[in-house]
């Protein structure tokens, strides 16, 4: 079968195809072929061997995944031959409370990722796929729909009177608008690019900032709100842009803090920025929440709720598994909108 590895990352991305013997599920394992998997911000990191040591590596990359189950091993109950599925990579949060202790066993993190054909899999992560939903659909949910799901609906619990800020036009974000728009709330979405913002009205945002045009955003959001701010933003970049979304908050306004600042081109993570203009928390009785993921309870209720009110993820291009290469340099020219998928035959 056929498996992309990350490679000798020195010199920068080393992406490379190999053949790698068929695996054969153990008890409680499931062998699962792959048919979509998709591309994160975080993969990129991965890839492109930034914020650890540069060096060979033979790990398969990517965490998004649909498929179907090719085999089960002794012993599997949830899931047969031929069920179209799809799994969380932070595989060990079922339901209840994240642990920091499950990023230990964490798919295309600490173990091989999803860019193959096959892959083993235990049983207990693995959700049925609605039947109306393609692999390519359901291939950019794990990361970034579960992720603004999380932040929008379980940790922000958003009710319909509330503002939803949400940074960017990314996968995190756009899915952010998306499960914001579901609940009736009112959102107001940046990005760089006026283009972009187009397409974003007309997937139901209310209001647009461009960031680049208004860097002070924080200060548009509040003139759209008659002073006022919003009640949820979605911090989708890092802590750079920490302040301004605090500056952005109502009284009693959340931070649902998302995005990692990018790595620099040095490798090294930056430093984030003075602290010393934040609003004062206390007053204005604000909240800022990390956000991880979600769990399978979290992502079988999104997977309801996106058959019961026919929602799509916003897809910007599908590559072939062949081309894989192209589809991580079309993420790094910084021109894609919502997800890019690479379909697996
Ligand atoms: N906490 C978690 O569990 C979790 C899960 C998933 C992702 N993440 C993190 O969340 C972040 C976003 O992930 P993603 O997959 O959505 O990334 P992505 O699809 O690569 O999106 C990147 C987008 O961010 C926007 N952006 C960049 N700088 C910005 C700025 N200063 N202000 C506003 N927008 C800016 C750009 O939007 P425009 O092109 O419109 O300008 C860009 O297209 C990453 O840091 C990722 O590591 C965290």
């Given at each position: 079968?056929?498996?992309?590895?990350?490679?000798?990352?020195?010199?920068?991305?080393?992406?490379?195809?190999?053949?790698r013997?068929m695996?054969?599920?153990?008890?409680?394992?499931?062998?699962?072929?792959?048919?979509?998997?998709g591309l994160?911000a975080r993969?990129?990191?991965?890839?492109?061997g930034?914020?650890?040591?540069?060096?060979?590596?033979?790990?398969v990359?990517?965490?998004?995944n649909?498929?179907?189950?090719?085999?089960v091993?002794?012993?599997?109950?949830r899931?047969?031959v031929?069920?179209r599925?799809?799994?969380?990579?932070?595989?060990q949060?079922?339901?209840?409370?994240w642990?920091?202790?499950?990023?230990?066993?964490d798919?295309?993190?600490?173990?091989?990722?999803?860019?193959?054909?096959?892959?083993?899999?235990?049983e207990?992560?693995?959700?049925h796929?609605?039947?109306?939903?393609?692999?390519?659909?359901?291939?950019?949910l794990?990361?970034?729909?579960?992720?603004?799901?999380?932040?929008?609906?379980?940790?922000?619990?958003?009710?319909?009177s509330?503002?939803i800020?949400?940074?960017?036009?990314?996968?995190?974000?756009?899915?952010?608008?998306?499960w914001?728009k579901?609940i009736?709330a009112?959102?107001?979405?940046?990005?760089?690019?006026?283009?972009?913002?187009?397409?974003?009205?007309?997937?139901?945002?209310?209001?647009?900032?461009?960031?680049r045009?208004?860097?002070?955003?924080?200060?548009?959001?509040l003139?759209?709100?008659?002073g006022?701010?919003a009640?949820?933003?979605?911090?989708?970049v890092?802590?750079?842009?920490?302040?301004?979304?605090?500056l952005a908050?109502?009284?009693?306004?959340r931070?649902?803090?998302?995005?990692?600042n990018?790595?620099?081109?040095?490798?090294?993570?930056?430093?984030p920025?003075?602290?010393?203009?934040?609003?004062?928390?206390?007053i204005?009785?604000?909240?800022?929440?990390?956000?991880?993921?979600?769990s399978?309870?979290?992502?079988?209720?999104?997977?309801?709720?996106?058959?019961?009110?026919?929602?799509?993820?916003?897809?910007?291009?599908?590559?072939?598994?062949?081309?894989?290469?192209?589809a991580?340099?079309?993420?790094?020219?910084?021109e894609?909108?919502?997800?890019?998928?690479?379909r697996?035959?």
């Open positions: 079968m056929k498996a992309y590895e990350i490679g000798d990352t020195r010199n920068g991305l080393a992406l490379r195809m190999v053949e013997p695996p054969v599920p153990g008890p409680g394992e499931v062998l699962y072929r792959i048919r979509a998997t994160n993969d990129m990191t991965l890839l492109l930034l914020g650890r040591e540069p060096g060979p590596e033979t790990r990359p990517l965490m998004d649909a498929g179907e189950v090719a085999g091993g002794p012993g599997v109950t899931v047969k031929g069920d599925v799809a799994m969380t990579h932070y595989w949060w079922l339901d209840g409370a642990d920091v202790k499950m990023r230990e066993q798919f295309a993190g600490t173990r091989d990722g999803f860019l193959a054909e096959y892959l083993i899999v235990p207990a992560p693995l959700v796929l609605p039947d109306e939903m393609s692999f390519e659909s359901a291939s950019t794990q990361s970034a729909g579960l992720t603004a799901w999380n932040a929008v609906i379980e940790s922000g619990r958003a009710r319909p509330d503002v800020v949400t940074l960017g036009t990314g996968g995190v974000s756009v899915f952010g608008l998306q914001a579901l009736g009112r959102v107001i979405i940046t990005s760089s690019s006026d283009a972009k913002l187009e397409r974003m009205t007309a997937l139901g945002a209310d209001n647009t900032i461009n960031y045009a208004t860097p002070r955003w924080s200060d548009a959001v003139a759209l709100t008659g006022r701010g009640d949820i933003v979605l911090n989708t890092g802590m750079g842009e920490m302040e301004q979304c605090l908050c109502a009284s009693g306004g931070v649902m803090y998302i995005g990692a990018p790595v620099a081109p040095d490798r090294k993570m930056p430093t920025t003075a602290l010393a203009n934040f609003p004062n928390l206390i204005k009785d604000l909240t800022i929440k990390g956000v991880t993921v979600g399978r309870r979290m992502f079988e209720d999104m997977l309801k709720a996106m058959a019961v009110n026919k929602i799509e993820p916003v897809i910007d291009r599908v590559f072939d598994f062949a081309d894989a290469q192209a991580v340099a079309y993420m790094q020219s910084g894609k909108l919502g997800k890019v998928v690479i697996i035959d």
